[in-house]
């Protein structure tokens, strides 16, 4: 079953305004963290954000908020003030907290890219 | 620190060759990733090693594919034989174990493979 879900095949946004990219995720666990990532044109992967599973209030990273309804199981990332340079691909991914087994994977959605309009 | 190191940046190797991608994670994480990046397929997750010690290789596509971690500053992921769908982006990345804030994971900049 897939984790972590990103729908929103693109998206597009004048600079300056703000942009919600979706992620929805499933977990039967009650611990775990939510990420996301951006990936420009260039290839790297920038981590962005973090939110706790039991964090109260919604994480924030200077023009990166993350808007997160856990009841919803979702973890929308919110770009404010867009500029050019936001133009890329963004990746929703989580991790549950270590089992026993000690395993506690990342596991990304399949991504979104925003294309930023001067 | 100089962050995740990948070696080679970029392979070309002809179909049938066994091919080596190397990683050195960030000294002091303990959890260390391999990904595979595709157009069709995104951003798949090869195999997990926590301590040096494979947890989760069920990602890995078939035999072909190995990786070792002998130690915790180095990890290397083989293809034997080489085919051509094989090509694709190779991540490594590694962060501290566990779930908290703090345990994000770092990428390396990538092994973008061509299997001709």
């Known amino acids: 079953a897939q984790k972590i879900t990103q729908t929103q095949p693109g998206m597009f946004v004048q600079e300056k305004e703000a942009v919600t990219l979706d992620c929805t995720y499933d977990?039967?666990?009650?611990?775990?963290?939510l990420f996301w990532y951006k990936q420009p044109s260039s290839g790297e992967m920038i981590f962005l954000i973090y939110q706790g599973s039991y964090d109260e209030q919604n994480a924030t990273e200077g023009r990166y908020s993350l808007n997160f309804q856990k009841a919803r199981k979702s973890a929308n990332l919110v770009i404010s003030a867009s500029q050019l340079g936001d133009s890329a691909m963004y990746f929703c991914?989580?991790?549950?907290?270590?089992?026993?087994?000690?395993?506690?994977?990342?596991?990304f959605g399949k991504g979104i890219t925003l294309s930023v309009r001067p | 620190d100089a962050g995740v190191i990948q070696s080679p940046r970029h392979e070309v190797t002809e179909m049938g060759q066994e091919v080596t991608l190397r990683c050195k994670p960030i000294?002091?994480?303990?959890?260390l990733f391999w990904y595979r990046q595709t157009m069709m397929r995104g951003l798949e997750l090869l195999i997990y090693?926590?301590?040096?010690?494979?947890i989760d290789d069920s990602g890995m596509p078939e035999d072909r594919f190995s990786a070792k971690m002998p130690n915790a500053s180095f990890s290397t992921l083989k293809i034997q034989p080489s085919e051509p769908r094989d090509s694709a982006v190779y991540f490594c990345a590694s962060s501290y174990r566990g779930w908290g804030s703090g345990t994000e994971a770092f990428f390396g900049q990538g092994t973008r493979l061509t299997v001709v």
């Open positions: 000294s002091g994480h303990n959890s």
């Open positions: 090693f926590n301590n040096n010690v494979p």
């Open positions: 991914a989580m991790r549950e907290a270590p089992s026993t087994g000690a395993n506690s994977k990342l596991t």
């Open positions: 977990t039967s666990d009650q611990s775990y963290g």
